[in-house]
DNA sequence: GCGATCGCTGTTAACGCTATCACATGGGAG
DNA sequence: CTCCCATGTGATAGCGTTAACAGCGATCGC
């Protein structure tokens, strides 16, 4: 058994035939006969031959990395993207690049100079509010991109998400509706996604006249169930009024459920909650938790699909296609943590 | 604006020097004069030039790719761990290249077939579980490997991890001594190391003489909030009986304090819970619940410093240095949900 | 003062694959 | 019976980088 690497032109030998025969049996098998094509996939079988894909790139000028920029890994949020998008690669050819900006544009944009180095065959971006200079690396690059997790006006190039603003909306309108006269807003991580739903929280509230800013604690730090606790412990120790809260996310959602049980405080009758994302446990939880459902595992899998037609087919433009626009939506999915009548 | 890429001649002929000058001050600064080492990098960040990692692969035949796998992108528990890793690689020349074996042995033996074909810097693969056939390729491997997540006798190359039988016995071991009678198991997903910690549950119980197999409720599918629920209901619907329940993860542990609380059976009086894991939301539930907490970000992010460590110096022997093999322990975490006095 | 050595830089030849064009064959249209 | 074109295959030339060695001053030891 030896060591060395088997390539094309060893196949290509025992098969009597040239590599570049066989890199077009492997490339593109329609242009090779039927009867040579068996001999040379048999003989690939046997050998083990396994293409190098730095030789390919190199020599093509393509790869068939999907590079996908997340800002984080650990979010449960992200990861169901990330399930997406393997989903959707794994029986393709494509293969992904992850890369993780943490919430920093200015990660984001190293990330983005790199990867677009490696001329992908395609790219998935997080969100609508790259900085300037990522705008314009990626309107300079030639290959597909799909911005996920949110939709806007202006794409770069594809688009698929939903309405921050609209989901955050809908879910305030629920709480006033289910009797909250006190509504408050927790949120963690304020990056821009969650700034748009807090601004729907905000405009709900002012047009039904109950907005009050110092019923919305916010912090910096990433979510966790953890620090719903103690953000809800800080907000009813200043405002022990309210009657309803919208979280952010569900982390923060699902804190709040526990301390609320800790201090007595019944969900639903004197307290409502709603959480945002729909992760699974809120179906669960005793109360079941309200929550904004978003179609993530959809949206991952999704982009790579947009990608993998636009490479097949590139459209009427020159370049590119006409950019698609998908607004997948969003589901209020009322549970127990606000059924509550109105007054 | 030219829409050309940047190669290592535009930036030999910007300098005035040779291309392999220039690639020896990016790949070892220490070879080339300092004045000029100043005059490439400023003309480098000039042309915003990028290396080619496609054509510094095939010339050098490696890659500073460290291949990583995992069977599931879901998990908590390896989100934990790729975000150690993420966070381990983000300073250095290496990046990750992630495959999901999704659990399946089959699936791994094809990712391993084309990871290693890359010639990747290193490689991490979960568990020590690996099939005949993957064992054979790893340790046919020029690179380091490091297996993860558990430690055993006869590693492949270097291994991190821990003992999930003894975690499990060390938490059947707290149930029985807080007054558990009669404990149950409950498991989701069993894979190997969820096996293991089964045996530990299954042997502590036989010793202490309460070990009843029809107490232990386990199923194929993955793990959720949910999931505990319904085990649990299955579980005192045919054994009302039970007193304690270890939970092979914290995604059940959590279903069974929501779906205790549906039915009124307090805990820690009437139940006493354990997971395992511990995940954040553990300290956070109310009852607070005990779990045996597992280092699983350390266990990533030093992963790849031992990969980093061997590349660095392989140590005496020809080729692979002595194999290091990593045992982080546990530690068993007890809160409310176990704070009960034996009788 | 002279060869030996060191530090820095250049030249050449790959790495494994694919783009491109050239060439050979065979069949159908005129 | 030509001519043309479609089809299948081969030869050649890179893709951008690094390994390996060659060269060439300068420094060093004695």
Same mark, same amino acid.
């Given at each position: 058994?030896?060591?060395?690497?088997?390539?094309?032109?060893?196949?290509?030998?025992?098969?009597?035939?040239?590599?570049?025969?066989?890199?077009?049996?492997?490339?593109?098998?329609?242009?090779?006969?039927?009867?040579?094509?068996?001999?040379?996939?048999?003989?690939?079988? @046997?050998?083990?031959?396994?293409?190098?894909?730095?030789?390919?790139?190199?020599?093509?000028?393509?790869?068939?990395?999907?590079?996908?920029?997340? +800002?984080?890994?650990?979010?449960?949020?992200?990861?169901?993207?990330?399930?997406?998008?393997?989903?959707?690669?794994?029986?393709?050819?494509?293969?992904?690049?992850? !890369?993780?900006?943490?919430?920093? +544009?200015?990660?984001?944009?190293?990330?983005?100079?790199?990867?677009?180095?490696?001329? +992908?065959? !395609?790219?998935?971006?997080?969100?609508?509010?790259?900085?300037?200079?990522?705008?314009?690396?990626?309107?300079?690059?030639? $290959?597909?991109? %799909?911005?996920?997790?949110?939709?806007?006006?202006?794409?770069?190039?594809?688009?698929?998400?939903?309405?921050?603003?609209?989901?955050?909306?809908?879910?305030?309108?629920?709480?006033?509706?289910?009797?909250?006269?006190?509504?408050?807003? %927790?949120?963690?991580?304020?990056?821009?996604?969650?700034?748009?739903?807090?601004? !729907?929280?905000?405009?709900? $509230?002012?047009?039904?006249?109950?907005?009050?800013?110092?019923? $919305?604690?916010?912090?910096?730090?990433?979510?966790?169930?953890?620090?719903?606790?103690?953000?809800?412990?800080?907000?009813?120790?200043?405002?022990?009024? %309210?009657?309803?809260?919208?979280?952010?996310?569900?982390?923060?959602?699902? !804190?709040?459920?526990?301390?609320?049980?800790?201090?007595?405080?019944?969900? +639903?009758?004197?307290?409502?909650? $709603?959480?945002?994302?729909?992760?699974?446990?809120?179906?669960?939880? @005793?109360?079941?938790?309200?929550?904004?459902?978003?179609?993530?595992?959809?949206?991952?899998?999704?982009?790579?699909?947009?990608?993998?037609?636009?490479?097949?087919?590139?459209?009427?433009?020159?370049?590119?296609?006409?950019?698609?626009?998908?607004?997948?939506?969003? @589901?209020?999915?009322?549970?127990?943590?606000?059924?509550?009548?109105?007054?």
């Amino acid at each position: 058994m030896s060591k060395e690497r088997v390539t094309l032109s060893h196949v290509a030998q025992r098969a009597g035939v040239s590599a570049m025969t066989v890199s077009r049996a492997l490339r593109s098998p329609d242009k090779v006969s039927p009867a040579l094509l068996r001999r040379i996939e048999k003989i690939v079988a @046997e050998l083990g031959y396994v293409p190098n894909p730095a030789a390919r790139a190199l020599a093509s000028g393509r790869t068939n990395v999907i590079g996908a920029l997340i +800002p984080s890994v650990t979010n449960n949020v992200f990861s169901d993207v990330l399930r997406g998008i393997y989903a959707a690669t794994e029986d393709g050819p494509f293969e992904v690049q992850l !890369g993780n900006t943490r919430y920093s +544009p200015l990660t984001e944009e190293k990330l983005l100079a790199v990867f677009l180095s490696q001329k +992908p065959a !395609g790219l998935i971006v997080t969100g609508i509010d790259q900085s300037p200079a990522s705008r314009r690396m990626l309107e300079g690059a030639s $290959c597909p991109i %799909v911005q996920i997790m949110e939709i806007g006006s202006g794409p770069i190039d594809m688009m698929i998400g939903f309405s921050h603003y609209d989901g955050a909306a809908a879910a305030t309108r629920h709480l006033i509706e289910t009797g909250s006269r006190f509504p408050a807003f %927790v949120g963690a991580r304020m990056d821009p996604r969650t700034q748009r739903r807090f601004a !729907g929280f905000r405009d709900v $509230c002012s047009a039904a006249g109950c907005f009050s800013m110092s019923r $919305c604690v916010t912090t910096p730090t990433p979510s966790t169930v953890t620090l719903g606790t103690r953000l809800f412990a800080d907000l009813v120790a200043r405002h022990p009024e %309210v009657d309803g809260v919208f979280c952010n996310n569900d982390d923060l959602a699902l !804190g709040i459920l526990f301390e609320a049980q800790r201090r007595c405080i019944a969900i +639903p009758e004197k307290l409502t909650v $709603c959480g945002f994302n729909d992760l699974e446990m809120m179906a669960a939880a @005793e109360p079941s938790i309200t929550s904004v459902r978003t179609p993530r595992f959809a949206i991952g899998r999704r982009a790579v699909e947009m990608i993998v037609a636009r490479l097949a087919d590139p459209g009427p433009d020159t370049g590119r296609g006409a950019a698609e626009r998908v607004d997948t939506g969003f @589901e209020l999915v009322a549970r127990q943590s606000t059924a509550r009548r109105p007054r």
